[in-house]
C-alpha cells in the first residue's frame, strides 16, 4: 500500500487521502472518541465475511460459488467508519484486515508448515550442493552458478509458484472489488499490491506461528489496547497513580517506556518525517512566474499568490536578487515586497511543521502521541460522558461536548454545573428546608387565588432568600433562620 502525506502542527494535523479530509485540532478529539469504541465485535464479523466465501476448517480453504454484495461489509464498515475519521471510507484499512485474517489462517495451517519445509529444504540444498562441487570442475562461473540455481531451486520454484498463484486466486476473491475501488483511486498496480501481500505472508511463515488462533482485526485490536494504556499512563492527570501525577508529562512518557517495553517493540514506527516551514510552497512555486505584473497593476490576487510574486521575484528572475544587488532593485519588485510585507504583517506566528508519510492509522496515532508529548498535553477523563478531554485546568471535571448518543441536549459542562448545584443543594439542609416551606407557601397561595402567586407570597420569597443568603454568609445562625422561615407571615 502506497504511504499516505500527514502534515502535523503545533495545533493538530491535517490529513488527506483515500478517506477524505481530516482535521485534528489541539483538543485530540478525534483520538480519544477512538479509545472509546468498542470493536470488540469485529473479529466474529470478519469471521463470518470469510465463512460466507470459503471453508477456513480445512487446509484446503475451498471457495462457494457466494458472491459478495456491499451489504456483507455495512457492518464492519461502520464500525470502522465510527471508530476514526482515518477509516472512513478508507477500504485499505478493510483489504489490509482481510489479507492479515488470510495470512494467519494459513501460517497456522498445513499450508504453510509446508512452504516453510520447502524453504528450509532450500537452505538444505544448497549445502549438499556445495559438498559435490568437485563433479562440475571445468565450468565456468557463470555455468557453474546457472546449475547451481537450476537443481537447487527448481522444484522449490515450481512448487511456491503454484502456491502463489493459489494464493492470489484467494485472495482475489475477498478484496477483489476493494482493491479495484483502491487502485482507482491511488492508481498503484494491483499485481504490485498483491505481490506485497505475497511477501508479507512468506514472512509470516518464516517468522512460526505463537500457537495462538487467527483472529479479524488483530493489528486495530491490539493498537487500541496500547493507545488507551498511553493516555491512561502518560496522559491523564486523574488516572489512580501514585506519585505519577506529580511528574511531568515528559517524565511519565519516560516511566510508560520502560515499564511497557513489550508496547513500544509492537508500537514503533518507521513513519519518514520531512520537515518544512509553513509559508513553504514546493512545487507551487513555479506557478508564480506571471502573478507579479497582475499584483503590482493592483488586479485581486490571493494571499499565496502575493508570497509567490515575491518569491519568484527574488529567486527565479536572476535581476532581482536581492540579496546580490540591493541597491538596484527593480521598482516592480520593491511593490510586491511591500504587498508581500503587508500580509505577512497580519500572518501568524511562524512555525516549523511536520510531514509524514503513514500507511495505516497506527503510525497516525503514534506520532499524534508523541506530538501531545512535546506539548505537555494533560487529560481527564469527562464525569458526564465519560471520553478524555483536554484539561487546561487542574479542577475542570466536565468537557464542552454534547453527549447525543446519552440522550443529551446540553454540553457536559452545563450539565456538571447543574449536577454539582444539585448535589450540594442536596447538602445544603438549610435550603433544603426553605424549599420544602417554598412548596407549602406556594401550594396554598394557589389554592386561594386560583393559581396566581400573591404579592404577599412573592414578598416572603424574596425575605426568604435573603435570610438564606445571610445564613450562608454566617450573619444568623441556622435556628434563627429556620425560626424566621416558618413563621406564619
Not at 129 to 146: A, P
Not at 209 to 215: E, L
Amino acid at each position: 500500500m502506497i504511504p499516505e502525506f500527514v502534515k502535523f502542527h503545533k495545533g493538530g494535523y491535517d490529513y488527506s487521502g483515500v478517506s477524505g479530509e481530516v482535521n485534528e485540532d489541539s483538543q485530540h478529539k478525534f483520538l480519544f472518541n477512538y479509545v472509546a469504541k468498542d470493536i470488540s465485535n469485529l473479529p466474529l464479523l470478519l469471521k463470518q465475511y470469510f465463512s460466507k466465501k470459503m471453508d477456513i476448517t480445512t487446509d484446503e480453504f475451498e471457495l462457494n460459488d457466494y458472491e459478495y454484495t456491499k451489504a456483507d461489509r455495512d457492518e464492519i464498515e461502520k464500525i470502522l467508519a465510527d471508530l476514526h475519521p482515518y477509516c472512513k471510507n478508507n477500504v485499505a484499512v478493510f483489504i489490509r484486515a482481510i489479507v492479515d485474517y488470510l495470512n494467519d489462517l494459513l501460517v497456522q495451517s498445513g499450508r504453510g508448515n509446508k512452504i516453510l519445509t520447502r524453504l528450509e529444504e532450500d537452505s538444505t540444498g544448497f549445502e549438499d550442493f556445495e559438498s559435490n562441487f568437485e563433479r562440475f570442475n571445468g565450468l565456468t562461473d557463470d555455468e557453474f552458478e546457472v546449475t547451481r540455481f537450476e537443481e537447487v531451486h527448481r522444484k522449490e520454484l515450481n512448487y511456491l509458484e503454484v502456491e502463489q498463484e493459489w494464493y492470489r486466486n484467494k485472495l482475489i476473491c475477498f478484496i477483489g472489488p476493494l482493491l479495484w475501488t483502491y487502485i482507482r483511486y491511488t492508481k498503484e498496480k494491483s499485481e504490485n499490491i498483491i505481490n506485497g501481500f505475497w511477501e508479507d505472508y512468506i514472512d509470516r511463515v518464516k517468522q512460526g506461528t505463537d500457537g495462538t488462533r487467527a483472529k479479524g482485526f488483530a493489528h486495530e485490536l491490539k493498537t487500541q489496547e496500547i493507545v488507551r494504556r498511553m493516555l491512561f499512563w502518560i496522559f491523564d492527570i486523574s488516572a489512580p497513580l501514585p506519585a505519577v501525577n506529580e511528574l511531568t508529562i515528559p517524565q511519565r512518557a519516560w516511566l510508560y517506556t520502560h515499564i511497557f517495553k513489550h508496547d513500544l517493540e509492537q508500537y514503533r514506527t518507521d513513519a519518514k518525517r520531512h520537515l518544512f516551514l509553513s509559508a513553504f510552497a514546493g512545487d507551487d512555486i513555479g506557478r508564480g512566474k506571471n502573478i507579479l505584473n497582475t499584483t503590482v497593476d493592483g488586479r485581486s490576487n490571493g494571499e499565496f499568490d502575493v508570497i509567490i510574486d515575491f518569491m519568484y521575484a527574488e529567486f527565479l528572475n536572476t535581476p532581482y536578487n536581492f540579496n546580490r544587488d540591493p541597491d538596484n532593485i527593480p521598482e516592480n519588485a520593491q511593490k510586491a515586497l511591500i504587498k508581500a510585507a503587508e500580509y505577512a504583517a497580519k500572518a501568524s506566528e511562524e512555525e516549523i511543521y511536520e510531514v509524514y508519510e503513514i500507511t495505516d492509522l497506527r503510525q497516525l496515532l503514534f506520532i499524534e502521541i508523541l506530538s501531545m508529548v512535546n506539548a505537555g498535553t494533560r487529560i481527564k477523563k469527562c464525569k458526564n460522558c465519560g471520553l478524555y478531554f483536554v484539561a487546561t485546568k487542574n479542577n475542570v471535571e466536565y468537557c464542552d461536548r454534547i453527549a447525543v448518543s446519552q440522550g443529551e441536549k446540553k454540553p457536559c459542562k452545563d450539565i456538571g454545573s447543574e449536577r454539582a448545584f444539585r448535589e450540594k443543594a442536596k447538602k445544603d439542609e438549610a435550603y433544603q428546608i426553605y424549599r420544602r416551606e417554598f412548596h407549602r407557601r406556594n401550594a396554598r397561595d394557589r389554592r386561594r387565588y386560583e393559581n396566581k402567586k400573591s404579592e404577599k407570597f412573592l414578598k416572603w420569597k424574596r425575605d426568604a432568600q435573603e435570610k438564606l443568603k445571610e445564613f450562608r454568609d454566617k450573619k444568623i445562625d441556622f435556628e434563627t433562620f429556620v425560626e424566621w422561615l416558618k413563621k406564619d407571615k
